[in-house]
């Protein structure tokens, strides 16, 4: 069982008392244990651990006063993901649904699959369903899209992908989201480490949801599924970015680092399906 | 008390097996009763109930076969609405909102709140803030966009309806819950019943949240909001609308309606705040 | 040679004095020559020959009362276009554009070539260049977008089009235009009448600049490029709709017609360029 | 009559053969006569004079080997503007403007006019026409769009920046323009220098075409319209910028000033109306 360390260092310069949300911390999961944790702020402030959703996610919310403030975070984590054989596992029927993953379905800020029904027909309609489906999407993604730092800004959607054909992590996966949810396929934005990612950075992949599941994919191909470790999640990366500011700061250094622990990795084998909701 | 009886009747031609998910019952919340109700499907299906989200919105999926369709929904609704003074009501202060209205800060398909910080801070920073402030974007919707039907259409967003100033019920609510985002008030998309709307329809209004309560608003002033009866919510028009198709389905007649049912109505005096959540 | 007799049939309820400039009228150009036409107003009406640009397009310009109008315009035309080896034609070296040309590589409207440099360069960059490119453009464009009227409206362009993957002929004109821009191609749209259009309708088509001459193509592929009726053109439809209303009329029928007169026509050869300018 | 002295140095460097069109030397026009000018080019290389466009717009092009390249560029432009009372300027029927400005009323790529005919009705629509009309919409513009650089980029039209509320002075003259278009005045984007221009750089601005003339506007109010210098002019700033460059080749260092030469100055009367062409 891979065993990960992950770690995060953000230093701001806060010029006006400032609210922070952090989703920096790994959300347990019946397939992710935190063997380990410890966070540290600078100035030691108070902070409230903030859970949003049904899932297991913790952020941290806090207020800063005006001034230099650095958070350093460090974790073990245990990943025993669901391994499952990628060619057995198909796409559920739209009556066989669960309710809490319809929403996933519906189109969002970044992911307009409202717009992409003629797209995602035209270019998957004729695919083999289920796994295999998604990960042509991925590919398709992939050669389609230049990976260029700087080309896309916050307010950068999928639509504006296809057209621009560059992007970066987040925008692989609004991509891929949007074109899944076009085609009938549940999808939602998942933040975390990655293990082996360079240059070393906070990621953006996502999930789908197949045969009951929800699996991990990455359209960038950048580092091996086996070794991601999840943050937050929502609709888009409008719900997971890993810091939200309201007042006046600015990201003066970031770190993120996230390495194998000891020598039981592996499982990269490409033709697994990795599931570790 | 008022009580409201709703109805509505909608009729498709069906050309090949279609899944159909339906939100157009009433939820059961503390401020609205359901005294009964009654639906009625033609030819007679099966169906089954569907909870989505943690309110107790209750959507109808089913499977129609090909062939004609119609259903029949009828229902007597008590409404007990919590009313409050509206110049008593402020806004939250970030730090101390609750979790679980967080996400209706973020951006969503329809309402880009992340493009319109300036925006909403040259037309509303300086506004007094709570509920006047809320208020007061109704006000600005309701004058600067006109209300033309066929104006917009299914990919019509509160950007593109600032742009074009012209719009229907949900682009109203869409550029209003887009502002109120912008200024840090958590807001959402409620479908419904409204009394006296003309032409009768189904209605899209929001929420806004103050003073740690959901209050409804409607910038299109069609109807007192009062006589509101919430069906569905979510972060916008995308997550609510009245009938959700898979398949090949035309609808071939719509009929709507939501009418007082005694003499107990009135509460149509425009500064109380209205809370049904 | 081949012989083309156009008509065209308009007619308007018109509920408030009008002005009207329509381009219905074939322009006279060394490769197309007006052998005789008629135009006939009801109720008859001043008119204005406008001439628009430095081609000779002739549009009419005239003001219209309150009440029914109808024009009836006829011409037989003929067609001596430049038929060149299509292998033969290559791209003009930025640097040795004339300066009369150069605006036709700026984004319009319709056509944002600023955004498509890399969707054009991973698409079409390795392709031979010349006029085999720009066919390779209309096979591309043929097959990815599909024909669909009614799929877009006056406000859609080619980013658009090219995320919805459907449009008619002004929005294929566009797509190819924009790609040719982005390559540093000249490219601008033509307005027309098509032999063996069906439906009859006007058609929008486009030219590229190779070779010092402008080339015709039509990435729609529903009527041969050698029956093409030049009208207007300019950088994308903004400039070249058969009718600019400013006023209150609503059209109640359209009828326009483009048949060979003789048996001399052919020249269906898809593989020789045509030019008509 | 004040005479300007006008200067610009452009410093690149060339990492590949490149080509430039520069378009920094000001047009010859009845009102605007060139006293003398000079240009060097370092390495000294061959270049052609290119006129785009029926205006006696000079533009500069050349081909520039690898390495370092610097451009300098003086001239003494005396202005003789046709001046006239504002108050008497009204605007021109659509059925008698002059057929070449017609094409300043469609929307082009930065000016999308087609989209605002409701917003510009909406807001100038009951305004008294003519000059002051014009006016108006410069002091909207000015009053509701943040002056802030790096707003933008290249791909920011009207309608983006009607949204963001934030521009520099291209998106002040496209929001303008686009907004004179869809009230049916025509307009053009305009290039130039202009004196006092703080922090000094090329300036963009507008001239809409009322009673017979093209007279000049700037949103931005940053500086005396009577000491703009025209260099180029277009439908937006697509057919404006100051450099085409295709090849590669990364700006170093840029100056641009200009200067009244004598006292002979004044015309700052802002109710005065200053005509150019």
């Known amino acids: 069982m891979p065993i990960i360390n992950v770690a995060s260092t953000l230093e701001y310069n806060v010029s006006a008392p400032t609210n922070f949300i952090f989703s920096i911390v790994p959300a347990e999961t019946p397939h992710q244990r935190i063997l380990e944790e410890s966070l540290s702020l600078s100035p030691q402030l108070d902070y409230e651990w903030l859970q949003v959703g049904e899932e297991n996610i913790r952020n941290i919310r806090l207020e800063v006063p005006t001034g230099f403030f650095r958070l350093d975070y460090q974790a073990r984590v245990e990943l025993t993901p669901a391994?499952?054989?990628?060619?057995?596992?198909?796409?559920?029927?739209?009556?066989?649904?669960?309710?809490?993953?319809?929403?996933?379905?519906?189109?969002?800020?970044?992911?307009?699959?409202?717009?992409?029904?003629?797209?995602?027909?035209?270019?998957?309609?004729?695919?083999?369903?289920?796994?295999?489906?998604?990960?042509?999407?991925?590919?398709?993604?992939?050669?389609?899209?230049?990976?260029?730092?700087?080309?896309t800004d916050a307010s950068s959607s999928a639509c504006d992908v296809l057209v621009n054909r560059a992007g970066v992590c987040r925008d692989f996966a609004h991509v891929s989201i949007a074109l899944c949810r076009a085609l009938g396929i549940p999808a939602r934005y998942i933040s975390g480490y990655a293990v082996d990612l360079q240059p070393p950075d906070?990621?953006?992949?996502?999930?789908?949801?197949?045969?009951?599941?929800?699996?991990?994919?990455?359209?960038?191909?950048?580092?091996?599924?086996?070794g991601f470790v999840r943050i937050g999640l929502g609709r888009d990366a409008a719900d997971a970015s890993f810091a939200t500011i309201v007042g006046e700061a600015s990201l003066q250094n970031m770190q993120v680092s996230a390495l194998v622990d000891d020598a039981t990795t592996g499982n990269e084998q490409t033709n697994d399906a990795i599931s570790t909701s």
């Open 202 to 226: 906070f990621h953006g992949f996502f999930e789908a949801f197949l045969d009951g599941k929800w699996y991990l994919f990455d359209a960038t191909r950048m580092a091996p599924v086996s």
């Open 83 to 151: 391994v499952d054989e990628s060619h057995r596992i198909d796409e559920v029927r739209y009556q066989a649904l669960p309710a809490e993953v319809l929403a996933y379905l519906n189109p969002s800020r970044y992911c307009e699959s409202d717009r992409l029904f003629l797209f995602a027909s035209k270019e998957f309609g004729t695919q083999q369903t289920g796994f295999s489906r998604v990960d042509a999407i991925c590919d398709w993604v992939n050669s389609h899209i230049d990976y260029v730092s700087g080309s």
